[in-house]
């Protein structure tokens, strides 16, 4: 069965700090990659999301990951948080070709506190 | 508000009373999954519905949890005597045919569960 491992269950960076967050999953085939986000009190969001392609995907607000097959990761950078980021950040993957079901494994999540 | 949509947002029973949660998807969407989260998890799969079709159903669907999606359109979970196993937030996701990429949910807010 695949698995998704975050390596950090919680982060503490001050503002500027450039952050990046582990994640490593374990299936060998073909498979979609996505990054989602909660911030306190709200839904999951979709941050970033890998398909196909160019390795190295943007997301919102300044994040992006890149997907490195040999080494069977997705991990999340950004070169400078700011205290909006304060969130929970889940990687998430699903099997790239019975990935037209969506269903989707997600990490444990890492919370990223930023201090002002 | 044209997001996913559950309801109630939370729910407070006792152990061993029914409780049944509502989620209305993203309207172009065709595809209706179900996950639960607890306390330093990530969401887990528990089943997913192309139209009203239920195609998938994790091992944690013990047979206490019912899903359905009569028409295709809004789905509920029943849980019947619920455990105190049961608390946990209940998170509804739409995808599939409407979206960017049959792989890319969208979440909605989800139903807290607490059981007494």
């Known amino acids: 069965a695949q698995s998704v491992s975050q390596h950090n269950h919680h982060v503490i960076l001050s503002e500027a700090a450039s952050l990046e967050l582990g994640c490593n999953y374990s299936y060998g085939g073909t498979v979609n990659l996505f990054w989602y986000v909660q911030y306190p009190g709200q839904h999951l969001q979709l941050l970033l999301k890998?398909?196909?392609?160019?390795?190295l995907v943007k997301g919102i607000k300044g994040f992006e990951a890149e997907f490195i097959k040999s080494k069977f990761s997705f991990n999340l950078r950004k070169p400078s948080v700011q205290w909006s980021d304060t969130a929970e950040y889940f990687c998430a993957v699903n099997d790239g070709y019975g990935g037209s079901q969506g269903n989707l494994i997600f990490g444990k999540g890492t919370k990223l506190s930023v201090k002002p | 508000d044209t997001g996913v949509s559950q309801d109630p947002r939370h729910k407070i029973t006792k152990r061993g009373q029914n409780v049944t949660f509502r989620c209305d998807p993203i309207s172009e969407h065709n595809r209706l999954y179900w996950y639960r989260q607890t306390l330093g998890q990530g969401p887990e799969f528990l089943t997913y519905f192309q139209n009203e079709a239920q195609l998938e159903k994790s091992r944690l669907l013990s047979d206490r949890f019912s899903a359905e999606r009569p028409k295709g359109s809004f789905s509920t979970l029943e849980i019947q005597r619920t455990e105190q196993g049961d608390s946990a937030m209940y998170l509804c996701?739409?995808?599939?045919?409407?979206?960017?990429?049959?792989?890319?949910?969208?979440f909605g807010e989800g139903s807290r569960l607490t059981v007494l």
């Open positions: 996701a739409s995808g599939g045919l409407g979206t960017g990429h049959p792989g890319e949910l969208f």
């Open positions: 890998y398909f196909s392609g160019d390795p």
